[in-house]
């Protein structure tokens, strides 16, 4: 990881799908949008849902440790939550 270079939720997305090794339009479909829902979060011109967001994290949570080392790059927020 460079330093200085912001991490961003499009990385996060394409990483998780390369490591998974889906195309984009097997991503999509275990996440239940669109193939061009998809791309566009690749390129950061959207962000995902909420919804999104947590169906995402489900599955970085199933990856086991590689899937943990994802969310502690892009979501420390998530994996410090106070209320667990």
């Known amino acids: 990881m460079e330093l200085g270079k912001p ?3 499009s990385d996060l997305i394409r990483q998780l799908r390369q490591q ?3 195309s984009q339009e ?5 996440l239940g ?3 061009r829902t998809i791309n566009r979060w690749e390129n ?3 962000v995902p ?3 999104a ?7 970085l949570e ?4 590689a899937g943990k080392r994802l969310v502690n790059e892009y979501l420390p927020k998530s994996d410090q939550r106070e209320d667990s």
């Open 7 to 9: 991490l961003k939720i």
């Open 44 to 46: 950061g011109s959207t």
């Open 49 to 51: 849902s909420q919804m």
């Open 62 to 65: 199933k990856m086991g440790q």
């Open 26 to 30: 097997k991503f999509a479909a275990k």
């Open 33 to 35: 949008v669109s193939l």
């Open 20 to 22: 998974l090794n889906l």
């Open 53 to 59: 967001l947590k169906l995402i994290e489900e599955m």
